[in-house]
């Protein structure tokens, strides 16, 4: 699941305008890659992930997904306040995905 999700990662770094990072940085692209990971790896995701079984087969919401992802990682460059604002294990973030989600399915009409 995470050689897919990296996959997508790198795909769809051209596309966003990151004020501070750079799509083009190799390091950057570690900064954004390791809080993806953080992410990923958070107990609550691990469940939304076994919850949500769309994910990794519905080509469009599982983008949706990792734009989240990515939004998240790139809204600030420096660590801290990353750590401190970006609160990736709580259950009123994982709400803030699902309410993306929701828009993109209705949006589709897929579900």
Same mark, same amino acid.
């Given at each position: 699941? #995470? =050689?897919?999700?990296?996959?997508?990662?790198?795909?769809f770094?051209?596309f966003?305008? @990151? /004020?501070?990072?750079d799509? !083009? +940085?190799?390091?950057? #692209? =570690?900064?954004?890659?390791?809080r993806i990971?953080?992410?990923m790896q958070?107990e609550? @995701? /691990?469940?939304?992930?076994? !919850? +949500?079984n769309?994910f990794?087969?519905?080509?469009?919401?599982?983008?949706?997904?990792?734009?989240?992802?990515?939004?998240?990682?790139v809204?600030?460059?420096?660590?801290?306040?990353?750590?401190?604002?970006?609160?990736y294990?709580?259950?009123?973030?994982?709400?803030?995905?699902?309410?993306?989600?929701?828009?993109v399915?209705?949006k589709?009409?897929?579900?």
């Open positions: 699941m #995470k =050689k897919k999700a990296h996959k997508i990662v790198d795909r770094y051209k966003f305008e @990151m /004020n501070v990072f799509a !083009e +940085n190799i390091k950057h #692209k =570690k900064i954004v890659q390791n990971n953080k992410m958070t609550l @995701m /691990n469940k939304w992930l076994k !919850e +949500n769309w990794n087969t519905d080509v469009i919401l599982t983008e949706e997904a990792i734009k989240f992802l990515i939004d998240c990682a809204s600030f460059f420096d660590e801290k306040e990353f750590e401190d604002k970006i609160n294990n709580s259950q009123e973030w994982l709400e803030a995905l699902d309410l993306r989600i929701s828009k399915k209705k589709t009409s897929v579900y």
